[in-house]
T-cell receptor, first 111, second 115 residues
Framework: GENVEQHPSTLSVQEGDSAVIKCTYSDSASNYFPWYKQELGKGPQLIIDIRSNVGEKKDQRIAVTLNKTAKHFSLHITETQPEDSAVYFCAAIGGGYKLSFGAGTTVTVRA | EPEVTQTPSHQVTQMGQEVILRCVPISNHLYFYWYRQILGQKVEFLVSFYNNEISEKSEIFDDQFSVERPDGSNFTLKIRSTKLEDSAMYFC?????????????FGPGTRLTVL
């Protein structure tokens, strides 16, 4: 089955700096890659996703890139703000609609 | 904005007891899912449900687990005889209101503690 690895496990950035989280996947058939943000006491919230026919997608301060050849995808957050502090999960779907998750990255934005 | 809701937020039970976790998916969604996250581990897929039947399940989802959509709004996960290792956060998700069915929206979770 699909195996998703995520790095780093923790990330501390100064407010206003950029944050980058990287994920790799094992199943070359995977074609959908969402990113979720989880705040304390809440469920994972979908923040952006990308499909295999696209190399990059942006939504305001958030962007995701996908390299199908290397089987990796990344989340980029620019101009980080304190409200960006949370746990971020990458995930991938190969066959069916079963999401395989990375282990999560705890992002802390220092004021 | 529509959202997935789950009850209860925290459930404590004795080993061997049955528990039912409840979810109300987004109203016009057609696919429903359960995932779980054991403390310190990855979020793991348990089961997906479409058209009143299981469409996919993981190895975790053995005979002790069952799912049901008892009416037009609720989606439940039943664990017949809980084990200590069933202690985890259980997330319900739903997808597809005309959009891609793989875009899944999650509820806040139920923390299950088995003593």
């Amino acid at each position: 089955g699909e195996n998703v690895e995520q790095h780093p496990s923790t990330l501390s950035v100064q407010e206003g700096d950029s944050a980058v989280i990287k994920c790799t996947y094992s199943d070359s058939a995977s074609n959908y890659f969402p990113w979720y943000k989880q705040e304390l006491g809440k469920g994972p919230q979908l923040i952006i996703d990308i499909r295999s026919n696209v190399g990059e997608k942006k939504d305001q301060r958030i962007a995701v890139t996908l390299n199908k050849t290397a089987k990796h995808f990344s989340l980029h957050i620019t101009e980080t703000q304190p409200e960006d502090s949370a746990v971020y999960f990458c995930a991938a779907i190969g066959g069916g609609y079963k999401l395989s998750f990375g282990a999560g990255t705890t992002v802390t934005v220092r004021a | 904005e529509p959202e997935v809701t789950q009850t209860p937020s925290h459930q404590v039970t004795q080993m061997g007891q049955e528990v039912i976790l409840r979810c109300v998916p987004i109203s016009n969604h057609l696919y429903f899912y359960w995932y779980r996250q054991i403390l310190g581990q990855k979020v793991e897929f348990l089961v997906s449900f479409y058209n009143n039947e299981i469409s996919e399940k993981s190895e975790i989802f053995d005979d002790q687990f069952s799912v049901e959509r008892p009416d037009g709004s609720n989606f439940t996960l039943k664990i017949r005889s809980t084990k200590l290792e069933d202690s985890a956060m259980y997330f319900c998700a739903s997808s597809w209101a005309g959009g891609p069915p793989d875009t899944q929206y999650f509820g806040p979770g139920t923390r299950l503690t088995v003593l």
